[in-house]
């Protein structure tokens, strides 16, 4: 198109400034904060001095710190692939209701996700609640006796995990339904021509054709639940937070009440890397997939 | 002096070159086609004149000033999409009106000048509906109203008629005509659709490969075409190309050895003869049809296929130089298998030497 | 032959065909209960008097009463909060998806210099965690003395990437047509982007504006670090923040949180094709 190129990139400019003044104050300048920081003895609030890679050999050896990998890595365990699972089990069922009552039905299932963690909190703590909770009635029988799901370390992650799945499930089930909507309907029909189970269809049809869906999933929820916090937090508060300790809530504990900026930053860019591997791995996952 | 020009024009993208150096005028209220294969660039021609395409190197003229560089909405020209590009969210009304908007003209001149160009276009019970709730001539008038609305020097169309059906598009073509004939403005149209192009330009400029192949009036082009590109692109069904030798030459008269044995003359153009091979072309409705054997004959054929259209009727009919197609009278009770012998009008017959020119 | 009479076996091994519908809708509606429960249960106890909570289990209450959230309006800073919480989520709102829609424009139909490493930028900020970034939008925050204010909470949420993307997808995926169109009619970059490109589909800014101000609503971790004033904090940090606000009165809890959680369940379930289709588009990102 004919046009002044040096116009074009001053409208270009107006339009992308306030973007990239925001973007580039609160996002790329913070990036590069952080790795430099990592490298400083920092305090939370001013400079530090330069020490090279003493903040990441004290990390290597800091035992909270491999806890909090550990937590970590155990609640993506309990959460990822369960909570994919699940979501794949509850949109085979719902993508086979029609109208109005799929609608209500996948609401329910998915009115969850838009709820804020602080209210999502507060519900799993009432229903747990050690004397009053009602899922007590459903525990104490089982166990023997009410748990203290919150203060019983056994018991913690667990049960954290659950209400994250129950929470966060709605996303992967909308996923799930987008890509079983996406398989034609003559693929089962010829099957069903051809003599195949219900479970055949599923698994020779299904779930090779949902295969990319069931990555993302995986991934997105992967990538989401490494850098859990809020829950853990709130509901490891008074109690000993250090053997529940995740990696985020490591990142604050050392910045903001151990005053350690730089060491925060260590922990921040550990947490970097360990995101940015498991998004590789995905994306070599899913084009290895593709290419078989 | 030209009312559109382009002179010495390249477009290159990257390293490919589309256009090389090609000159063009357009006469002031002309109705100049661009006509040609996909892939000629006529349509990067069209996009130059509009300013919506770089020209790498050359300028071009409007009205006398150079718009070379000059943006697309200032040169004074309005363009009608193939695909009407109409915006889906906006009424008809709002659709014609847009330049003027832009424009910040008041609402009052706004709606007058809407009103006029929907009478002319015959969309005044449409200017409340959004484009989805039209036909597609609807639409394609739409289009047109948004460009006339704009009173530009010239009218530019990007093969406005491809994605009507073949009644429809008849029907436009006639409202076309009469729109150029009320407003007398300069319009260039690009096409692939010989028929459009004959039936509405006064001139075309038959492209090739981003080169001008000729430029004439439809009859011109219809009755001499320069070379065989433009020979076989023009008229419908397309003409017949065989080889044959000469063996012999008079004044403007050429003698030819026909394949299959008969001989044929053949008035050349000029001098430009050589001697040796020549292809021959013969437009289906200047062969004959005379009995098998009949004295004088061209070609013996067997008759393959008739096509019966009632106001004429096509044979094709396969002969010693390969299949001919022959345009004959209506009605005609002929059938599959007889024997014809085929005569060549030879005041309306071609011949091209080995650089595809005419001679 | 064989295929007939194992078709004939298939079926018979189905019954009737309106039995499985039945049962599926049946197994999915028993589900979706019991997934919906704590939902519910959370509701029932926010209608019951505090000492009923603790003593009776039924379903529903038998003395159904506002009292709990008479006393999280009137006695705590609640509706402070919801102020505190509006405010920030629409701005935050209006500017992020404004500002993203400007920035995605012009990457899409515009060439400048440092295109094409902006765009790279944007994509690769996929993979840094926000929260690792926490303490260093603290550390600048505090700088420029923006602690306990809104411009505080709002600008370190206004970074969207995922929002760029899509509309610089959107703004790909039209006909280039309309765009030469428009300019031919005489329309600048602006008018092109105000008058054409964002009109012609509202349903994605309207999609995207209700995903932005849900995740503002619901954010959690940074307007946590960035109040230390009860009366500035927003209403999903206030809810857990400020424990003794309410007591340990558990139909006051759930009344709070029930409160809390009503605008974004409403946006929800009112725009519920939106979000749907902005989770579909930002999902499709990832992919």
């Known amino acids: ?292 | 002096m030209p009312y559109v020009e382009l002179k010495n024009v390249t477009k290159r993208y990257g390293n490919v070159e589309v256009i090389n150096g090609l000159s063009l005028g357009v006469e002031e209220g002309s109705f100049t086609a661009l006509l040609g294969p996909s892939g000629c660039g006529k349509s990067t021609l069209l996009r130059m004149v509009a300013g919506l395409e770089e020209i790498t190197s050359g300028q071009c003229f409007i009205a006398g000033s150079e718009v070379t560089k000059t943006p697309p909405a200032q040169r004074g020209v309005a363009m009608v999409f193939q695909n009407y590009a109409l915006y889906p969210h906006l009424t008809v009304r709002q659709n014609i009106a847009f330049s003027l908007s832009l424009a910040r003209v008041p609402r009052a001149v706004q709606d007058e000048r809407v009103g006029r160009v929907a009478s002319l276009l015959q969309l005044e019970e449409l200017l409340e509906r959004r484009p989805a709730q039209l036909s597609g001539g609807q639409r394609q008038r739409v289009a047109i109203g948004r460009a006339l609305v704009r009173d530009p020097n010239v009218f530019l169309f990007d093969e406005p008629l491809s994605n009507l059906d073949a009644a429809l598009r008849s029907q436009m073509r006639v409202e076309l005509a009469k729109l150029h004939q009320e407003v007398k403005t300069t319009m260039i149209y690009v096409t692939h659709d010989q028929v459009e192009a004959m039936t509405l330009a006064d001139r075309i400029v038959v492209l090739d490969k981003g080169n001008i192949s000729q430029v004439g009036s439809p009859l011109e082009l219809y009755n001499m075409p320069a070379n065989r590109f433009v020979a076989s692109f023009i008229g419908s069904p397309a003409m017949n190309f065989f080889p044959a030798t000469v063996s012999g030459k008079s004044g403007r008269d050429v003698a030819l050895t026909l394949p299959g044995g008969h001989s044929a003359t053949i008035i050349s153009r000029g001098d430009r003869l050589a001697d040796g091979g020549v292809e021959v072309g013969v437009r289906p409705e200047h062969f004959k049809l005379g009995d098998a054997g009949g004295a004088g004959a061209a070609f013996d054929g067997t008759i393959g296929i008739v096509e019966q259209l009632g106001n004429s009727t096509l044979l094709y009919v396969d002969t010693a130089a390969g299949q001919m197609i022959v345009e004959a009278e209506g009605n005609l009770q002929v059938a599959s298998g007889e024997k014809v012998g085929l005569t060549i009008d030879h005041t309306r017959s071609h011949m091209f030497g080995q650089d595809a020119q005419a001679i | 032959m064989s295929n007939v009479s194992s078709n004939a076996a298939v079926a018979k091994r189905r019954g009737p065909s309106w039995l499985g519908g039945v049962l599926l809708t049946l197994i999915s509606a028993i589900c979706a209960a019991v997934w919906f429960f704590p939902l519910y249960w959370a509701l029932v106890t926010s209608f019951r008097h505090d000492d009923e909570t603790v003593k009776s289990f039924g379903l529903i209450p038998e003395n159904p009463t506002i009292d709990g959230y008479l006393y999280v309006i009137r006695n705590s800073n609640l509706p402070l909060w919801y102020l505190n919480s509006t405010i920030t989520s629409v701005t935050i709102t209006i500017v992020a998806v404004f500002m993203a829609a400007c920035a995605g424009y012009a990457i899409s139909q515009l060439r400048f210099p440092g295109r094409q490493l902006l765009w790279w930028i944007i994509l690769a900020s996929f993979m840094i965690p926000v929260p690792a970034l926490i303490v260093n939008h603290f550390v600048i925050i505090a700088s420029v003395k923006l602690l306990n204010t809104y411009p505080g909470i709002i600008l370190p949420m206004l970074v969207t990437p995922v929002t760029v993307i899509v509309y610089k997808q959107f703004f790909d995926s039209l006909p280039k047509e309309f765009r030469e169109a428009a300019v031919m009619d005489g329309a600048n970059e602006f008018q092109l982007l105000l008058r054409v490109f964002l009109p012609m589909n509202w349903g994605i800014t309207t999609a995207l504006a209700i995903i932005t101000f849900i995740g503002a609503w619901n954010s959690f971790l940074w307007p946590f670090l960035a109040q230390q004033n009860e009366k500035m904090m927003t209403v999903t940090v206030g809810i857990v923040a400020v424990r003794d606000s309410f007591g340990v009165f558990y139909g006051r809890f759930m009344a709070g949180a029930v409160l809390a959680s009503l605008p974004v369940a409403l946006a929800y379930l009112i725009f519920q094709k939106r979000v749907t289709q902005a989770i579909t588009l930002s999902a499709g990102i990832k992919g």
């Open chain 1, 1 to 292: 198109m004919q046009k002044n190129k040096l116009s074009e990139s001053l409208v270009a400019a107006v339009l992308v400034a306030p973007f990239i003044v925001v973007y580039g104050w609160m996002f790329v300048y913070p990036t590069f904060q952080m790795v430099q920081l990592s490298f400083t003895n920092a305090p939370l609030i001013g400079p530090g001095v330069w020490i090279g890679f003493e903040n990441y050999t004290r990390m290597f050896a800091d035992k909270v710190f491999q806890t909090a990998v550990w937590n970590t890595a155990y609640f993506v365990l309990l959460t990822v692939a369960p909570g994919t699972a699940v979501a794949l089990v509850i949109a085979l069922m719902v993508s086979r209701l029609k109208g109005w009552t799929q609608s209500v039905i996948l609401s329910t299932f998915f009115l969850p996700f838009v709820l804020p963690v602080t209210v999502v909190y507060l519900i799993w703590d009432w229903m747990l609640n050690v004397q009053f909770g009602i899922l007590q009635h459903v525990i104490a029988p089982i166990v023997g006796r009410p748990i203290n799901v919150w203060r019983a370390i056994p018991w913690f992650m667990p049960s954290a995990a659950i209400l994250t799945i129950w929470w966060t499930n709605g996303f992967s089930i909308l996923l799930f339904l987008a890509g079983l909507r996406n398989i034609p309907k003559d693929l089962y029909e010829a099957a069903s021509l051809d003599g195949a189970t219900r479970w055949q269809m599923f698994s020779r049809i299904t779930w090779p054709l949902i295969w990319p869906v069931t990555v993302l999933c995986l991934t997105i929820q992967l990538i989401l639940q490494l850098k859990i916090f809020d829950q853990v937090y709130l509901f490891a508060r008074g109690g000993r937070t250090q053997a529940t300790m995740v990696l985020v809530q490591y990142i604050y504990e050392q910045a903001f009440q151990n005053n350690s900026g730089g060491y925060a930053s260590a922990i921040a860019v550990a947490l970097f890397v360990i995101v940015v591997a498991f998004s590789v791995l995905q994306f070599q996952l899913l084009r290895i997939r593709r290419a078989s």
